[in-house]
Nanobody, 119 residues
């Protein structure tokens, strides 16, 4: 059974930084996508940052709201993905979910970690 375990959420003041990490355990093969989504109260889940592999090409996508403040990284050997978040704003407050995608079409989600940014 695959489990995604997130860490690194918490409370931070506006302008501060947090680093989220996610590790996958269990038998997960042919991973071609890793990343982060978030969901604020009353809102739909939205993409924060993902890395997807298409053949020999790695594509990195960020939500429009990121605007250079966040950086995603991964270690494919360890099945981990991290998100460095800088210049955090109160509107970044949300539950952040780790996401893995494996071929042919399986999505795995973490349990979510709360990020709260105070003004």
């Amino acid at each position: 059974q695959v489990q995604l375990v997130e860490s690194g959420g918490g409370l931070v003041q506006a302008g501060g930084s947090l680093r989220l990490s996610c590790a996958a355990s269990g038998s997960i093969f042919s991973i071609n996508g890793m990343g982060w989504y978030r969901q604020a109260p009353g809102k739909q889940r939205e993409l924060v940052a993902t890395i997807t592999t298409h053949g020999s090409v790695n594509l990195v996508n960020y939500g429009d709201f990121v605007k250079g403040r966040f950086s995603i990284s991964r270690d494919t050997a360890k099945n981990t993905v991290s998100l460095q978040m800088n210049s955090l704003k109160p509107e970044d407050t949300a539950v952040y979910f780790c996401w893995f995608h494996s071929l042919p079409s399986y999505d795995y989600w973490g349990q979510g970690t709360q990020v709260t940014v105070s003004s």
